[in-house]
């Protein structure tokens, strides 16, 4: 039932080049490797012909980065989780980093249409010397067309390997959850940003990697509904609440480029698709 799609990426450091290789099944692809910044990172866009998943469809995709491959993905546009006559769709990633390697992984936001049942799974695991920055941005209904989200449930399962778990049920029905203060309290977006690493931070990175996130959190619009935690000293997390994508993506861009100005050391420079 549905559409099945499988995409495997292989990224590897051949002569100081980062080089992905890759094989698909089914409407699911990169286009080609880009070099913005130079041989080293390797930056690939994810494309889904059909632009949305409805019940019974599936979408797998798995990253291998070999030792000190560095490599960013993201999307030319939201994912797409319309209404279903009570079947699934779902979408999985798995993404392993061996030595040394360092993984963007910055979709664009998953829009999950009233009426819909959708499973977002992604799972990451880190040798003890690689580096994660990773994202996950979800928006309920559409708010801008007034099209509320009424009806269906989002399941959500964000996961780095024998550090951090997070699982969460939204359902259009559990009012408790979608307004009340302890919810999300009437807000339509949610997002959260990582940093991670194999081994523990030392005390003053850790330290400094938060404080650079909560720097720009309170000079943002979205300051009262930001937060950053270190529930892991491996793992900073950042989460943000907001009325549109917008303005969530925009808070998440800025740290992500503040991180990887600082930490990287790389340019702080976002993708060009994202301007398109």
Not at 45 to 51: D, E, G, N, Q
Not at 164 to 185: F, V, Y
Not at 207 to 225: E, P, S, Y
Request: proline share 5%; net charge negative; with cysteine.
């Amino acid at each position: 039932m549905g559409w099945q799609a499988t995409l495997q990426i292989d990224y590897s450091v051949e002569e100081g080049h980062c080089v992905a290789r890759h094989v698909h099944n089914g409407p699911l692809r990169i286009l080609k490797s880009l070099y913005p910044e130079g041989e080293q990172v390797c930056h690939n866009i994810l494309v889904h012909p059909p632009s949305g998943l409805v019940g019974g469809d599936c979408l797998n995709i798995q990253l291998h980065l070999h030792d000190h491959a560095h490599a960013l993905l993201t999307t030319p546009g939201a994912t797409r989780f319309y209404h279903s006559e009570a079947l699934t769709a779902s979408q999985y990633i798995h993404a392993t980093l061996g030595h040394g390697a360092r993984l963007e992984w910055l979709p664009l936001e998953a829009l999950a249409y009233s009426g819909c049942h959708a499973h977002n799974q992604v799972t990451f695991n880190l040798a003890i010397d690689s580096q994660l920055m990773a994202w996950d941005v979800t928006a309920l209904g559409l708010p801008h067309a007034q099209q509320p989200f009424t009806q269906g449930q989002f399941q959500q399962h964000l996961e780095i390997e024998g550090m951090w778990l997070e699982r969460g049920l939204i359902r259009a029905t559990d009012q408790r959850l979608l307004h009340s203060p302890l919810g999300l309290n009437g807000h339509n977006c949610q997002g959260t940003l990582v940093f991670a690493q194999g081994q523990a931070m030392l005390d003053t990175q850790l330290q400094q990697v938060i404080a650079m996130a909560r720097d720009v959190c309170d000079q943002h619009g979205l300051q009262l509904q930001a937060g950053v935690t270190s529930p892991d000293p491996r793992l900073v997390v950042v989460r943000v609440l907001s009325a549109q994508v917008e303005q969530a993506m925009d808070l998440l861009r800025r740290i992500w480029l503040t991180w990887r100005a600082e930490i990287w050391q790389l340019p702080a420079v976002a993708p060009r698709i994202w301007a398109m």
